[in-house]
């Protein structure tokens, strides 16, 4: 049985592997996180997860190594963490009355298998008043998250629906995560 580690200092993704009911330790991943011009969202999120995948499973070549990123898109535009408060204003205007697109890329690696998937929710806002905006921004909630919200906290507040994996906006589709562990003999 393979050592089990999430490339990741992520409350929301610890919390979430948790529901695995399998033993695990979390490692962060210390990598370059920018993104390839050249790649589509869904190939963007699948190379920052097997790059925090492979950061780790190379000085722990006995485990089976779990990285794993977020994106938002909306018009095309990769939405990464707002740089500063003026950022994160001009990204919740954005997405006010709309829909946009969570990918969650997940990269496993062990010595027998190396798997790399992503999965995509569609997120749908409600139209947000320049005071739902400030209090939202006056939480501090969505300085370290993609799209600059939390669909598990107070951005829940700004959600009129979705459709996919709930989960996946979270930061970690667990359902097919669970399902590609099994091909890693855990």
């Given amino acids: 049985m393979h050592r089990l580690i999430l490339a990741s200092s992520s409350p929301r993704r610890k919390e979430l592997l948790q529901f695995l009911q399998i033993p695990f330790q979390t490692i962060h991943a210390n990598v ?27 000085e722990h070549k006995e485990s089976c190594v779990i990285g794993s990123d977020t994106i938002v898109v909306v018009d095309g535009e990769i939405l990464g963490k707002p740089i500063d408060r003026a950022d994160a204003k001009k990204t919740l205007e954005l997405l006010s009355g709309r829909t946009h697109s969570v990918y969650t890329g997940v990269a496993i690696i062990s010595d027998k298998n190396r798997t790399v998937f992503a999965e995509k929710t569609e997120v ?53 995560l669970s399902r590609e562990l099994k091909r890693h003999v855990l």
């Fill in 32 to 58: 370059d996180e920018s993104i390839d011009s050249g790649l589509t969202a869904e190939e963007a999120v699948q190379d920052l997860a097997l790059r925090k995948a492979a950061n780790i499973a190379t």
């Fill in 124 to 176: 749908t806002f409600w139209e947000l008043s320049d005071e739902e905006i400030e209090t939202y921004l006056e939480t501090g909630e969505p300085f370290d998250k993609a799209g600059s919200y939390g669909i598990q906290g107070y951005g829940s507040l700004l959600v009129k629906g979705i459709t996919g994996d709930y989960y996946t906006v979270m930061g970690l589709p667990v359902a097919r």
